[in-house]
């Protein structure tokens, strides 16, 4: 290869827009996918088609001169796979995903995604999977099994820390080792040990001071030397600013790849400040990537898979995952045949997904009515919504100038406000009324307190008005939470009879949802994620950045915008100053009430845990058993989750291993097992820069939630296990 050859190999080929050294190859191959590498056709080298995101391969759905479609399936997102608690779902639905990555040309995914959610009003938890790493770094490891298991590949995104999207481009995370380690890196450690990625995606931000992108620490010691990594890394789509950092940080690949950059690897060469040898490691592992693509292999591509029986597998996962948060006086499932009212514009404008690089383009959504089809609807007040929506969206219409509207999606409609009459008309002509809450957020901007993790007036005084004017006839209220994110729940919750948080659930939500709500699939999710009582209560709180507004030029390249004369707070740089305190390690060992805990969700049937019993020894691992069984009137699956608590009891409990039975039939049970090895016992130790395992007495805890332990065992480490690590950041 010639030195030009191998500049060209190490960025890709620009995207559109933004120049690039062969703009054109993005657009040829996969007409919408995120960037492609440079082909080397002297030397047989094919360039190879990324494509973006973590509810489904997202690429331009129509194309030019061309009557076929080229619609993808919008799967929900990675919180609702994840609320499923269920590795094989995942796995599933990535096999599903990865198979229209296949047939539709591509041949890596640009997913899993799964930074941790430090802080609710993150704009992209939605893309991402759990408060916790070890739920996060499982269903990672699952889905990029799935996924790869078609000879694709994948990008697990974002590492690391990247927590926030204000000021994403730049912002330097200041955080102790130990959080790093045990809460923002575990979850990719479990997913390139159990998985194998073929690449790895660095984040925009900074870790201590050095963009990940361009520290050797992170994308070589810890990755390489620590975890036996063998696949690539590229940045994120213009992230870092130092070419020679990124190249001698073992940083392959640089995305989507700019002229300039190409000269300054050339130039850096030439003037003897990148060392070849650097370059040559980077194109060596970038070829042993390309070696095992689809487009090496010339797998002849459809362009036709098979989105029915994928839509059809993306309506089960969705209703696997959905949370049962509420259900009292028998008011789910739905009577056969009840008359249904159905309030809140969301009913009739559902939300499949959220916005930026991870929404899909799909060919239709089921909304809540379609999916309700089976049940006789209020018509009037239906009309009176359609109306209102349709108004409201031909008044709003998506302005093709608007960049940062075409980027962010459009502000959310407003609530309608019903008279009392209206309301009161809906209440004596139907049996059940449902009332619809809907949020949206994305890519580049972080979501805001007021009216969107707080109701507004509107949606509070819908609720309101509607369970008075239900309660007052004897009839019953269900909330439908259609959400990405978490959203303030203690001030309202207990007004309704039932409430089923759907989240995202991609182009199947209605059905999904009607599936529920009939019976006919029981709720088995339960959250990964804390919902706390109010912001105040989120230990990271102080340190997020609330309600803040970004010039285009931040919010879109802020490592190429001047830095401020004095960085700010939360945007230049963000303190992780609570450390471990995410979460439910939080409001757990600090006693903090909270509204709904990490783990809960109900179900419409009930299990009873028995026969718990613990054998082995930290030597070879201890062995974990317990018989669910199902001692409830329905069908229904049952997650069991398995708390330690080491004798430090700070954090007082820590998710170590979890597990779901298959749908038990009443009166069923299944054994579930669990292996704990003294690893998965051990903390990061700050002085000894190890993993240490201290002697002494342990506890493993079964739990329906973190709040609900319905059984203990006691085990004893004898030995202190402890594991060096190499890098310290
Ligand atoms: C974006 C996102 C990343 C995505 C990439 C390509 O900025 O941060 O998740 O895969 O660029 O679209």
Redesign the pocket.
Known sequence: MTLDEKADLLIGTGMPGFGGPAVGQTQNLVPGA??TTKAIPRLGIPAIVLA??PAGIRISPTRPNDTQTYYATAFPIATLIASSWNPELAENVGKAMGNEVLEYGADIL?AP?LNLHRHPLNGRNFEYYSEDPVISGKMTAAAVRGIQSNGVGTSI??FAANNQESLRGRNDVIIKNRPLRELYLKGFEIAVKESSPWTI?SS?NKINGTYTSESRDLLTTVLRDEWKYNGIVMT??FGGTDIVKQVHAGNDLLMPGTPQQKEAILKNIKEGKLAISDVDVNVKRILELILKTPKFKKYPFSNKPDLKAHAAIARQAAAEGMILLKNERQTLPLNPGAKIAAFGVTSYDFVAGGTG?GDVYEAYVVSLLEGLAGYPIDDKLSRRYKEYVTGYKEKHKPDPNNILELILGKPRMPELVLSEKEVAEAAAATDLAIVTIGRNSG?FEDRKTKGDFYLTDEEQNLISAVTQAYHSQGKKVVVILNIGGVIETASWKSKPDAILLAWQAGQEGGHSVADILSGHVTPSGKLTMTFPNDLSDVASNVNFPLDVKLSFQEMMGANMAPAPEVPRRNLDFTHYDENLYVGYRDYVTHKKPVSFPFGFGLSYTTFSYENVKVSGNSQNGFNLTVNVKNTGKRKGKEIVQVYRSTPDNDPQKELVAFAKTRELAPGEQETLRFKITAEDLASFNEAGNCWLTKPGAYKLLLGKSVDEIVASQSVEVKNKLEKPLIARF
Do not use: R
Request: hydrophobic share 35%.
């Open positions: 995120a960037g973006d995101g640009l995604a995104k974002h995606m925009y994120d789509w690089s890519e």
